[in-house]
């Protein structure tokens, strides 16, 4: 059985290690997360896990199991993240860590040894950072950290191969981290929407991740004197971006109705230039973020937001001056056998389950790439997420890392 | 005579004193600043005229005129300023001040010596600068620097006081700076606007300064997660933010075409909260930027727009947080007197003038609460300013530097 009051404690304890004055900020590659990861390694080793830092820079706690030695029936995994957006949450990431750690000292407690061996992850950087690429340590256990996203660079210059170095990851061997010895790969996380509160469900099995695209795109018109430019002579920039950003709005709101699964689109990043209150905008940049289950529609709404670009631009007598698709992420399927596991552990505790989509990004992506891999969510009040106020009841987390555990039992004894 | 050849080669000095790798910058209160006027400094006293910083911060540099101690006519002044914005040009400012040099030097060359005391002004800080506030040392001039603007702060949070006493001003003695001796205040400025050139014009009279309103405005909606929040129940403050701008964008073109003088209304600073590339804005800002000749359609025009942000918020699902009017300036109308002389001065070299509005503010607006004041303008290329672009021929400076010096010998005559 789960300590659902450990459980808790472990948790209240991450979310004090954070920047003080931007509670609950854990940024990868900074020193609060190194703290977070040293405080990580005391509590994986209380358990017995041998802990490593893989080349991608992954923490990774291992517990032997009866039959590696033998006839290897493979590595049974879980985890999730500890690092966290900026005001970022004590329950994103943190709380996949943190349950299987609780799974594995339930196991503990009950003197089970698993057949599988089980290794529990700490994933480097699943947030975008300062370097622009999410998901990083699992990119790397999935093969998928190429020369061009090494030579991605944060702060002071720094390139994502010389950040990975430094926290303990080893670029050199990157092509170690590479993993096809694991056998299943589940991963707690919290619903970081509004479903499961809404319908009053304690876990939701992951059916899939939604697809994500980034676009950016920039207008170019021309700059002029706000006093002197005469309103019958301007070619605003910001006006075509106004434009656009409705028009795509609507759009996306239709997508989204279609029947086609899961689908959002958003502009969360504009930059006016150059920005000064004196100066009609000469130029504007804005990066729109698109998931999508359904791949067809994804690029049927990325073509249709080019026309849109066009349009506004040529509404506005300015430019649509680039218009490119950043990154792609394909969606990702869960793997049948492992869902099933899930709603089979949740059914037979009579806890309440449904199926859902993740709109939201995680390493179980890259994992489906070289594993079998499923995800169990728990509820997030009011859908909140990536913010100070992201909460889920203790009740709630135990039951997930209840389930977890449960279906970690299954998948050793299949 | 205008030694045009000299003034052109202290434009081409001035435009030399630049950060280097952002021509033509000398943002007022840095090192590069200092380092413009020490030029001026040398120059002036080159000129026989006696130089000193003001409580205000203002350089004046003064030749007594042969009234000054019996029955003393006031001092007849001139000038410009000689900060930019950022990127700001080569003659925005600058032109005047050493155009005004022209002028004395032209005086001095023919052996004149004037009735009137007269000054040559290098006002402090006409442009926005980082401590939020414009025409610095000419509101000092007007006694219109009071505590609220005192206590502006700027880079590392020195107040605009503090930053005033640094470079030479003595703000404990700011009423010594106050002018109620001044008989006539003449400035030469670039256009910065298109007209002049479009209709072959030499020169502008300027008949008055719109007004300037700044009004801060903020859209709140609900942050929430870009690949988890569902279409249907967003509350995107961008999207109210677009609305607005379109919306009042299309009221300030009917109101430009109303025929009740200038006006013209620019969004050119826009903030997007939190501005992550996964998150759905859960607050946005802007300024506005609105100017008038006509203070009642300015006052029609902002009501206006208070209720198209209700309007816009209502739509989205947002709240109009705040709508704020952080700045005010009235219109100015220059001196009749002045711009009869402006007028006789080109007429009588048969240099072609036209009557026309200044949509940019200047320093003439405080200037002109104290003493008649008007302005002079020199065609701009392609209307424009604060840019590198920024462009006034040769022909023209002198053109306009040789009304300014008719100007002030008929004003010395009167
Ligand atoms: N789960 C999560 O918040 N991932 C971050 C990447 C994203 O979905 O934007
Ligand atoms: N003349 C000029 O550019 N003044 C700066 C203040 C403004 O008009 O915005």
Redesign the pocket.
Known sequence: EIDADRLWADIEALAAITDPDRPYTRRSFSARFLEGRDWLIRAFEAEGLACRIDAAGNLIGRLEGTEAAAADPGVLMTGSHSDTVPDGGRFDGIGGVLAGLAAIRAMRAAGYTPRHTIELVDFLAEEPSEWGLSCVGSRGMAGALGEKELALTGPGGETLADAIDRIGGNVAELKSARRDDITGFVELHIEQGPVLEAEGIALGVVTGIAGISRVKLAFEGEAG???TTLMSMRADASMALARFQLRMRDAAVAAAAAGRGHFVATIGVVNILPGGA?VVPGRTEAIIDIRAEDTALMNEQVELYRQFGEAAAEMEGCRLKSFERISNVAPAACAPGLRAAISQAAGERQVSTRDLASGAGHDTVFLSQVAPAAMIFVPSRKGQSHCPEEWTDPAQMAQGATCLLDTLLLADKA
Request: proline fraction near 0%; avoid cysteine; aromatic fraction near 0%.
């Open positions: 004197h706000a006093g004196n």
